[in-house]
């Protein structure tokens, strides 16, 4: 592989783990190696709800 074909593929390989960690709020990116090559990024994302009257509550009767 030439070096000009092996630096445009880390280039997309760091705009596609940029994306990734810039794209999620809440979660991991975890990113899969395999023979010093990136091969898999995974993107887990969590979506956080504030419980119902949270904010009332712990005014009243402190943090949960």
């Known amino acids: 592989?030439?070096?000009k074909?092996?630096?445009g593929e880390d280039?997309?390989?760091d705009r596609e783990i940029l994306l990734a960690v810039?794209?999620?709020?809440?979660?991991?990116?975890?990113i899969v190696i395999h023979d010093s090559k990136v091969v898999q990024i995974?993107?887990?994302e969590k979506v956080r709800f504030d419980p119902v009257g949270k904010?009332?509550?712990s005014?009243?009767?402190?943090?949960?």
Do not use: L, P, T, W
């Open 1 to 3: 592989m030439d070096r």
């Open 22 to 30: 810039r794209n999620i709020r809440y979660g991991s990116v975890e």
């Open 55 to 57: 904010s009332e509550r």
């Open 59 to 64: 005014d009243r009767q402190g943090a949960f």
């Open 11 to 13: 280039g997309e390989i």
């Open 5 to 7: 074909r092996a630096a």
């Open 42 to 44: 995974e993107r887990k």
